[in-house]
């Protein structure tokens, strides 16, 4: 069982940066690959970014590519997403995710998810 923490949501105003944070309970096959999905209200729940155990692999939504990084720190068992030029329309839930594979996490199937931060762009 893995259990994922997440921190470093919030309210920001468009145009800012938030860095999120998701520390995995265990290290284990099954943080093999890491990263995180959001859901906007009254969307469904897509795949913001991907990165491997290497961190050699990594996979963006389109909507965030260029103004996102994916990082991770497996000495800490830990992600992190470094968004900036937030824009309203990045509001939503963010879910931190690990699964075996990366394939399938790609393919929006994790194994884990975490609870859920809030992230708020006002405009």
């Known amino acids: 069982q893995v259990q994922l923490v997440e921190s470093g949501g919030g309210l920001v105003q468009a145009g800012g940066s938030l860095r999120l944070s998701c520390a995995a309970s265990?290290?284990?096959?099954?943080?093999?690959?890491m990263g995180w999905f959001r859901q906007a209200e009254g969307k469904e729940r897509e795949l913001v970014a991907a990165i491997d155990w290497a961190g050699t692999a990594t996979d963006y939504a389109d909507s965030v590519k260029g103004r996102s990084a994916i990082t991770r720190d497996n000495s800490k068992n830990t992600v992190f997403l470094q968004m900036n030029s937030l824009k309203p329309e990045d509001t939503a839930i963010y879910y931190c995710?690990?699964?075996?594979?990366?394939?399938?996490?790609?393919?929006?199937?994790?194994?884990?998810w975490g609870q859920g931060t809030q992230v708020t762009v006002s405009s």
């Open positions: 265990v290290s284990s096959a099954h943080i093999y690959a």
């Open positions: 995710a690990s699964g075996s594979t990366f394939a399938s996490f790609i393919q929006g199937k994790p194994s884990y």
